[in-house]
């Protein structure tokens, strides 16, 4: 069984909701990343996503587009987000990393390639926002083949027929999307996330992860009990953008801010 | 050839080009628009209507004009100038933006967005928006709106609101995913009239098929005027619009070179230039995959070109899969050599290129010598300068 597929029924079977943090590897400097993976697991993180940062994230808003830039001016990149988890991976053997980014450094990388090495990373999913299941066929097949699970998305306005088809060609769990925007954007509407969940549960027994404008305690627990998991990103990274200067700073108010989702969630 | 050209497949590909590359969110409209494009194509109403349009609002058909003085002078092939310059809002763009927005009309969309690099597209996005009292938004690079700020007014009286991209390079690419990011924002009533053969199916084949009718003109007039078909086709290479507009229709016609002119900027060898095809490799960005300028690592890299217009690192996936099939040749002409080319049709025609244009004209004073004189050179004039004097003046160190 793939590390995500156990550590979700590990999570059903005591009836917790897993907690997803989303970092972008190399903000703001490469050697922040490792540490702060480490701590985030500390602090409650069932699973890591970990952001393969791309001169051209369209699907992110300014939050997630600026530690994108941060990390490429120190010349971060997939091969070396991909050294950084196998890193992770020396002292940490529970914790399930995925890698999501844009399609364009895996094509530059070679898709046999970058399977192989995301295999010796040791990466257990890979979610790439711009590469939607009519075109990864390639790509879906050299990941499962080696065990790493492709993970899509949905968003709002999938259709059944959608989200069949991410059904089938997914594994370890599905993204949704919580609304329609760019990451970081506005607040969510959690009346309209339940009966899309509704919608989606009849169509996959896959796990259903929720992300996208979740910001507080508060929101990450009803969110978390709409799915299988919630998924943390801008209001993490804006914690970095504004300690810049003092990452060990940026570090602590992270784990404050997922020790207090995940007291939360698990309340 | 004996099979007839038959691209993009039903799922937009042009062999390992094109497709659909985007976010969960931007598949049902894209599903949507190809839906409407699907239907509209063929109906006869909506036929009628972009004619008219074409004819009365953008003054079409538009004229192949032999440049005589220009053709003598270089003591080579005739050479044939299709002018779309002379269109309403001065180039070719507005073929394609007329199309989308009576798409977008029919479709009931309220909102329109596009994003532009000259402004050229901007301007005639904004132009069809205000015809049809629609909203309408343009994302345009800071360093774009600085270099082009004549069409940021222009653009402005016509109704639009201009935003100003701050992110990445601050050129076309940023503006694109801005676009992109408010599409898929308020992908409910609004419409993205993107503005070259670039982007996710069905843009790059609906463009085309907008801009086609600039080839299918240029076929008649030629055959009307000289009796027979052109030896070779030229046109410059930004998205690869105008190009492939010029190019489509006489794809069959094997005995036809089409050529397309990328922007060199400072040399290939400087690596500042945006060359894609010449200089670029495989890969995906914006929806499709086509050539791109990247590094190593498969991060997008910036380019450079004296014309804002051609200033973009990938180009329509269409070019991609005609320059691997050989059908087509890409070929790249220098800053310097662009504006040889401005200054050589200005004063040997009396014309006024734009300066994207101008890359295909300073092609063509190298080709046509090449030539015999029976022979014949269509030339697509993209767009008139107007809009570039302030660039040019500024370059030759004039004060306006
Ligand atoms: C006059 C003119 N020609 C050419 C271009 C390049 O676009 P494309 O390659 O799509 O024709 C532009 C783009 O702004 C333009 O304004």
């Known amino acids: ?267 | 050839m004996t099979e007839k050209y038959n691209m993009p497949d039903e799922r937009g590909h042009f062999g390992p080009y094109g497709g659909m590359f985007v976010a969960e969110t931007l598949i049902p409209p894209i599903q949507e628009l190809n839906a409407a494009y699907q239907q509209y194509l063929n109906d006869p109403e909506f036929i009628a209507e972009l004619d008219a349009d074409l004819k009365y609002y953008v003054g079409r058909p538009s004229p192949l004009y032999h440049a005589e003085r220009w053709s003598r002078e270089l003591g080579g092939a005739q050479i044939y100038l299709k002018r779309e310059d002379l269109n309403h809002t001065g180039a070719h763009k507005i073929n394609n933006t007329i199309g989308q927005a009576l798409l977008a009309k029919r479709m009931g969309k309220t909102r329109i967005i596009a994003e532009t690099g000259a402004g050229q597209h901007g301007v005639a996005t904004a132009t069809v928006a205000a015809r049809l009292g629609l909203e309408c938004v343009v994302y345009m690079g800071a360093v774009d709106v600085a270099r082009q700020s004549l069409n940021v007014y222009r653009m402005k009286l016509l109704g639009a609101k201009v935003v100003a991209v701050e992110s990445g390079s601050k050129t076309l690419k940023d503006a694109l995913n801005e676009a992109l990011r408010d599409w898929v924002t308020n992908v409910d009533n609004t419409f993205y009239i993107i503005g070259t053969v670039a982007g996710p199916h069905p843009y790059p084949a609906m463009v085309r098929d907008f801009q086609a009718i600039i080839g299918r003109e240029a076929k008649q007039q030629c055959q009307d005027q000289t009796g027979r078909l052109p030896d070779a086709l030229v046109a410059c290479v930004g998205g690869g619009s105008n190009a492939i507009g010029l190019f489509y229709p006489f794809i069959d016609d094997s005995s036809v070179k089409m050529i397309g002119v990328e922007a060199a900027g400072d040399g290939i060898e400087t690596g500042r230039h945006s060359a894609p095809l010449c200089a670029g490799r495989p890969g995906v960005l914006h929806g499709n995959r086509t050539y791109l300028m990247e590094d190593d690592d498969g991060e997008i890299v910036e380019t450079h070109s004296i014309s804002a217009g051609l200033d973009y690192p990938g180009v329509g996936p269409e070019h991609a899969w005609l320059k691997d099939t050989g059908r087509a040749e890409y070929v790249n002409i220098t800053d310097t050599e662009a504006l040889e080319g401005f200054h050589a049709l200005t004063r040997m025609e009396g014309i006024i290129p734009a300066l994207e244009s101008s890359h295909a004209m300073a092609y063509t004073m190298k080709l046509a010598p090449t030539m015999k004189k029976d022979e014949i050179i269509i030339v697509c004039l993209s767009g008139r300068g107007d809009k570039d004097m302030q660039t040019m003046a500024q370059r030759e160190g004039i004060e306006l």
């Open chain 1, 1 to 267: 069984m793939s590390r995500l597929a156990a550590t979700f029924e590990e999570l059903s079977k005591t009836g917790r909701k897993a907690l997803i943090p989303f970092v972008t590897a190399g903000d703001p400097r490469p050697d922040f990343t490792l540490p702060l993976m480490h701590a985030m697991v500390e602090a409650g993180a069932d699973v890591i996503e970990l952001g393969v940062p791309f001169s051209d994230p369209m699907a992110d808003g300014p939050v997630i587009q600026r530690a994108s830039e941060r990390a490429l001016d120190h010349k971060m990149s997939l091969r070396r987000t991909l050294a950084i988890a196998a890193e992770f991976r020396k002292t940490n053997q529970q914790t399930p990393v995925v890698l999501m980014g844009y399609v364009n450094p895996i094509e530059a990388m070679g898709y046999e390639d970058f399977a192989n090495a995301a295999q010796r990373a040791e990466i257990d999913g890979v979610l790439t926002v711009d590469l939607p299941p009519e075109e990864a066929d390639e790509c879906v097949a050299l990941l499962k083949a080696r065990g790493i699970d492709p993970i899509f998305l949905l968003a709002p306005n999938s259709t059944d027929e959608r989200i069949k088809k991410m059904d089938a060609a997914g594994s370890g769990y599905l993204y949704y999307v919580s609304l329609k925007g760019v990451t970081g954007a506005g607040h969510l509407n959690t009346a309209d996330v339940e009966t899309k969940l509704n919608q989606i549960r009849a169509s996959t027994h896959l796990p259903v992860a929720i992300g996208f404008g979740v910001k507080d305690a508060q929101t990450a627990k009803t969110v978390a009990n709409l799915g299988d998991g919630v998924v943390i990103g801008s209001a993490l990274i804006s914690k970095i953008e504004a300690n810049q200067d003092d990452p060990e700073r940026a570090k602590r108010e992270i784990v404050e801010l997922l020790g207090a989702m995940r007291q939360a969630i698990d309340s």
